[in-house]
């Protein structure tokens, strides 16, 4: 089976790391490539890595040129997803990297992206309990954004478990190509380079309720989360560090054993043998996720790990194995695990 497949926000960091992963995925033509200011472009001028597609041209972002495909990705920024998606028909499988579709509760939509809520479609990330079931034979999916992929995996299985009190904090670093490819003064060279910063500080970050949803989701009951947010000077990669209060009568041997029970079967979460923390350079350009979980008996708390690569697992892999389940295919197809070192 060979399915087209059309990307809205071709030029953008999201859309070429997409690019990248279905040139090699053997199931998937690709169609139209589209992009706002600048459409008519040459995609080898915006993206040189993506040799093979040096010479299509970018078209506009316009119902008549995503129509016709069997799969449309759109790549867009926050809020434009939603009126592209309704010019599409219910047969084509549309997948929004964007955030207009993740979020159930249509106040924490207003709160955080302050615009009217789009509506909620099937999460796309396949190791949260029940989320393969929703995905398969989908025709709407919502890539989950890039911290709560992290932070989401590292900390679902101690709340499934029982074993984390419902307070959870997490401080994660992430590279600048999280904030996109527009021009931005924060993330200027001279302001990046040698130097890490928080941002989002105080639970302001819109990264926050999805969290809290995914993880209220695992525990049964509702959960608070403690988003801090950090700048670091590499262009991919997000480190996760997140901690919550062990509840009574758990031990380092049952946390080890919810864990190693959560990813047994799962083919890019790895947790790593007991002594190896994650790295963001070992995920560097694969679908991997690095784990590592620690129980801190003299502080009673649980510390959960994750590495991911934003760009891979974190938007443009998430957004492919989602559509692997979504179309029946293996989960696996088009993605790797091997990472580029150093
Ligand atoms: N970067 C990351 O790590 C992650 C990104 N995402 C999500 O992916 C989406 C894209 O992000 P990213 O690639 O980083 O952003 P970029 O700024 O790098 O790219 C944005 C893309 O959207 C296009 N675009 C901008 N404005 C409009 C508009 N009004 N209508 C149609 N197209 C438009 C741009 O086209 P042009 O260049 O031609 O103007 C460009 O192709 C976002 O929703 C983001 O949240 C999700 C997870 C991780
Ligand atoms: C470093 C940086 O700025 N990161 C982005 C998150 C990017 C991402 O993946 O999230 P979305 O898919 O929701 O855009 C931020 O903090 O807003």
Redesign the pocket.
């Known amino acids: 089976m060979t399915v087209r497949a059309a990307v809205a926000g071709a030029s953008g960091y999201?859309g070429g790391e997409l690019l990248r992963l279905l040139l090699t995925h053997p199931g998937v033509e690709i169609g139209a490539l589209t992009g706002n200011s600048n459409a008519g472009q040459r995609l080898g001028a915006l993206q040189p890595h993506l040799l093979p597609l040096a010479d299509r041209v970018l078209e506009e972002t316009a119902p008549a040129v995503l129509a016709g495909h069997d799969v449309v990705f759109l790549a867009l920024p926050?809020g434009q997803s939603a009126a592209v998606a309704e010019q599409l028909g219910p047969e084509v499988l549309v997948i929004d990297?964007?955030?207009d579709f993740?979020l159930k509760d249509p106040a924490d939509w207003e709160r955080f992206y302050g615009s009217p809520h789009a509506g909620t479609w099937p999460y796309g990330l396949p190791e949260l309990p029940g989320a393969r079931a929703a995905l398969e034979g989908s025709k709407r999916i919502a890539?989950?954004?890039?911290?709560?992929t992290a932070v989401s995996l590292a900390l679902f299985p101690a709340y499934a478990a029982g074993l984390a009190e419902h307070e959870a904090v997490v401080v994660a670093a992430?590279?600048?190509?999280?904030?996109?490819k527009a021009p931005k003064p924060h993330?200027l060279g001279s302001e990046v380079m040698g130097s890490m910063s928080p941002?989002?500080v105080g639970g302001v970050?819109?990264?926050t309720p999805?969290m809290i949803q995914n993880l209220g989701a695992a525990a049964g009951e509702p959960v608070s989360v403690s988003f801090t947010?950090t700048?670091a000077p590499m262009s991919r990669g997000i480190l996760a560090t997140c901690t919550a209060k062990a509840r009574p009568g758990g031990t380092a041997e049952s946390l080890r054993a919810a864990y190693e029970k959560a990813f047994a079967d799962e083919p890019f979460v790895h947790l790593l043998p007991e002594g190896q923390w994650p790295a963001t350079a070992s995920v560097h350009g694969s679908n991997a996720v690095q784990l590592q979980v620690a129980y801190d008996a003299a502080a009673h708390r649980i510390i959960a790990i994750s590495a991911i690569d934003?760009l891979t697992k974190?938007?443009a892999g998430g957004a492919v194995q989602s559509m692997n389940i979504a179309l029946g295919l293996d989960e696996t197809t088009g993605l790797s695990t091997i990472g580029v070192a150093p």
């Not at 890539?143 to 709560?148: K, L, N, R, S, T």
């Not at 992430?174 to 996109?180: E, F, L, N, R």
Request: charged share 10%; proline share 10%; with cysteine.
């Open positions: 999201a926050h990297m964007g955030a993740r890539v989950p954004g890039c911290y709560p992430s590279g600048t190509s999280g904030a996109g993330l941002y989002g970050h819109r990264h999805e947010p700048l934003n974190g938007t």
